[in-house]
T-cell receptor, first 115, second 114 residues
Framework: EPEVTQTPSHQVTQMGQEVILRCVPISNHLYFYWYRQILGQKVEFLVSFYNNEISEKSEIFDDQFSVERPDGSNFTLKIRSTKLEDSAMYFC?????????????FGEGSWLTVV | AQTVTQSQPEMSVQEAETVTLSCTYDTSESNYYLFWYKQPPSRQMILVIRQEAYKQQNATENRFSVNFQKAAKSFSLKISDSQLGDTAMYFCAFIGGGADGLTFGKGTHLIIQP
């Protein structure tokens, strides 16, 4: 069964450093997403991406964050100048369609620890 | 804005029992979709079941079924013949109104006791 893959599974970074989280969505999917889950809290939507541009973003997704699809398969989340409160599990997801309710499939997550 | 409420932070049942997890939501939209996701200790988010709001028939997937009450804005998950592998966090989620992002509840930690 096709799946969303994410790398790295766990990254530890110094406060103030930049991190890039990588994702390979399901190959025939057109919509890509990043979600965040701070330990012990609910999953929160960050951003959706379609047709090589941001489709929607939440209030969390400020100028510290950016997304990119550098080639035909990867989808990345860049976090600049990381803060302690950026420590969380970051989930990449993809779907065949967008807000029509197509099922969103999640990757296994990248656990980011900022120290 | 849509909200999703899961009022049971934790539940515990014996193996083979049936358990129902509750979820309510608030929206002014008429067309939307509801999901239950399972998050085991590995922390992966796994789709359990999905329901289209325009469908009156409740969705079922093997041992998992939902009770969708649109007027009451309720979307509960029933797990029959529960198994040890069902132990996980269960999140109810909503999408609709042209939004791209899922809105999640805070989750219910389900523990299946042997």
């Amino acid at each position: 069964e096709p799946e969303v893959t994410q790398t790295p599974s766990h990254q530890v970074t110094q406060m103030g450093q930049e991190v890039i989280l990588r994702c390979v969505p399901i190959s025939n999917h057109l919509y890509f997403y990043w979600y965040r889950q701070i330990l012990g809290q609910k999953v929160e939507f960050l951003v959706s991406f379609y047709n090589n541009e941001i489709s929607e973003k939440s209030e969390i997704f400020d100028d510290q964050f950016s997304v990119e699809r550098p080639d035909g398969s990867n989808f990345t989340l860049k976090i600049r100048s990381t803060k302690l409160e950026d420590s969380a599990m970051y989930f990449c997801a993809s779907s065949a369609g967008g807000s029509s309710g197509n099922t969103i499939y999640f990757g296994e997550g990248s656990w980011l620890t900022v120290v | 804005a849509q909200t999703v409420t899961q009022s049971q932070p934790e539940m515990s049942v014996q193996e083979a029992e049936t358990v129902t997890l509750s979820c309510t939501y608030d929206t002014s939209e008429s067309n939307y979709y509801l999901f239950w996701y399972k998050q085991p200790p590995s922390r992966q988010m796994i789709l359990v079941i999905r329901q289209e709001a325009y469908k009156q028939q409740n969705a079922t997937e093997n041992r998992f079924s939902v009770n969708f009450q649109k007027a009451a804005k309720s979307f509960s998950l029933k797990i029959s013949d529960s198994q040890l592998g069902d132990t996980a966090m269960y999140f109810c989620a909503f999408i609709g109104g042209g939004a791209d992002g899922l809105t999640f509840g805070k989750g219910t930690h389900l523990i299946i006791q042997p």
